[in-house]
């Protein structure tokens, strides 16, 4: 099943280059409390595996700008933890059948 994060403008000013229609594929539509940098927030999780190999890399390039690391360290990190998507960025989330 495929649940889908609709970001809202502050989403859509950070990440609407990415995901221009403004709809990030995540993997449950429960929001989760994580760690991001230095406080503690809810976030969805994103789908990684439902972006594009192009999604993917500007995502990568983006987070090793930011926090100045590699792209492999950020990859890595994804790769073992997730990505997280802050909850405060997304407007709505749909569920098939289901609108929330």
Do not use: C
């Amino acid at each position: 099943m495929t649940f889908k994060a609709y970001l809202n403008q502050e989403g859509k000013k950070v990440w609407g280059s990415i995901f221009p229609g403004g709809s990030v594929p995540i993997l449950s539509p429960q929001r989760h409390h994580t760690r991001l940098g230095e406080k503690r927030q809810l976030a969805y999780m994103v789908a990684w595996d439902d972006l594009t190999p192009v999604q993917r890399g500007q995502i990568i390039n983006k987070l090793a700008s930011v926090f100045n690391g590699t792209t492999q360290d950020v990859e890595n990190q994804i790769l073992k933890d997730g990505l997280p998507l802050r909850a405060d960025m997304v407007g709505s989330v749909a569920i098939p059948g289901k609108y929330f």
